[in-house]
């Protein structure tokens, strides 16, 4: 297990928080521009521990960017999980659900994988190859265990930073519902 300190794990949530906070997914989730800023760092939190609990948080040497997925076969607790969302979103929690709903649709079963659920890059450091170096690494595991690696674009240039990575299109676009974002699932063959 990567343990973390609690100081390491809340400035990844704040890293992640600053870094989503107008991102389309996020607002989409949480409307109201204060109310999201008070409730993305225990939303991240969330990501961030369960991360660290199978090993899969990765960061810049000078820690302005993680990345964070699950290895094969890591299997999370879905009931603690909802309750820990429950407990940061609150009435925002059943938008996380409906979001997890449909990434469990599209999410690839039978074949194992890594699964990236969060990049971010401190703004102004951003495309600077930060990203693309951790993405590599979880590429580079992946391609050492022979099994595939999954991750579902929130942006443009997530979605860029992935196929620099050699990831693909897979299947089709995760749309979320009343006009929201779209999150594109990307797939990545072992090499």
């Known amino acids: 297990m990567n343990r973390l300190s609690p100081s390491a794990v809340t400035d990844l949530s704040d890293l992640l928080a ?3 906070q107008q991102d389309a997914l996020t607002r989409w989730m949480i409307p109201g521009e204060q109310r999201r800023a008070e409730l993305l760092p225990g939303f991240f939190r969330v990501f961030v521990e369960l991360s660290a609990a199978f090993d899969g948080v990765l960061t810049s040497p000078d820690g302005d960017a993680v990345l964070l997925f699950l290895p094969p076969g890591a299997e999370p607790d879905e009931k603690a999980l909802d309750a820990a969302f429950a ?3 609150g009435e925002y929690a059943d938008a996380m659900r409906t979001i997890a709903g449909l990434q469990e649709e599209a999410h690839p079963h039978g074949a194992p994988h890594y699964y990236v659920s969060f990049g971010a890059v401190r703004p102004g450091r ?3 190859g930060l990203m693309s170096a951790l993405l590599g690494r979880v ?3 992946a391609d050492a265990e022979g099994v595939g690696a999954y991750v579902e674009a929130s942006s443009p240039g997530g979605e860029a930073t992935s196929r620099r990575v050699g990831f693909g299109l897979l299947g ?3 749309a ?3 006009g929201g974002p779209v999150l594109r699932p990307m797939w990545r063959d072992p090499r």
Do not use: E, M, N
């Open 18 to 20: 600053t870094c989503f």
């Open 176 to 178: 979320l519902p009343g």
């Open 172 to 174: 089709t676009d995760i």
């Open 139 to 141: 590429a580079a595991r």
């Open 126 to 128: 951003q495309q600077s």
């Open 87 to 89: 407990d940061v979103l």
